[in-house]
């Protein structure tokens, strides 16, 4: 497959899944626990993007453009049920940026992912979610400190800037808790054991 055809296809598959996410997210479905259609379209885009880097490496700046490469990283950040396709796009995505292919802040964000599926505190405070209560907060940071000096190491603005514009656009967008937020945060960790990001 040819670079324009590679470019237009990772295009396409992020498109999909940022229009499903939103259809779910306007009427509240996307927040009671993983919504079949949003994991159909993430389990199909893993499929392909494994499939990509399988037979090209990471598609970066310099193969599929800036755009593209930007669709890829989304696609992989969003393939939560696949904790070894993550942990190794991980590693190819730092090859990357060393290489200048993608930028830190998306390292950063896929590391904190990874890290917060596995129970550990993330580094850069990138991952939200509900919190008891009803606040959209960021997960468990480790070293929460320095949190805002990596977060300006990876070009990242300061935590609370962060906190702030993600509540206001929870908002804006009409986001809301899940309606019972203990039994969420328990099928979120029978789901998270089921997948393979914890034991």
Do not use: C
Request: cysteine-free.
């Amino acid at each position: 497959m040819d670079s324009a055809a590679l470019s237009a296809e990772l295009l396409s598959m992020a498109a999909e899944d940022l229009r499903v996410r939103e259809e779910l997210a306007t009427d509240g479905r996307l927040f009671e626990g993983y919504h079949d259609r949003m994991r159909e379209v993430h389990e199909s885009n893993a499929a392909r993007l494994l499939a990509v880097m399988q037979e090209h490496g990471w598609p970066g700046r310099s193969s599929v453009g800036e755009r593209a490469a930007q669709a890829a990283w989304l696609i992989l950040q969003h393939a939560i049920s696949r904790p070894a396709l993550q942990r190794n796009g991980l590693s190819m995505l730092k090859t990357a940026a060393a290489a200048g292919e993608v930028p830190l802040a998306q390292v950063a964000m896929l590391e904190d992912r990874v890290r917060s599926n596995e129970g550990r505190g993330q580094w850069y405070g990138t991952q939200f979610d509900w919190d008891e209560h009803g606040q959209l907060s960021p997960l468990p940071i480790d070293d929460e400190g320095n949190v805002d000096v990596r977060r300006r190491e990876v070009g990242l603005g300061p935590l609370a800037e962060d906190i702030r514009r993600k509540r206001d656009s929870a908002l804006r967008e009409g986001e809301q808790p899940p309606r019972n937020w203990k039994e969420r945060e328990r099928a979120k960790e029978s789901w998270l054991r089921a997948v393979g990001w914890r034991t």
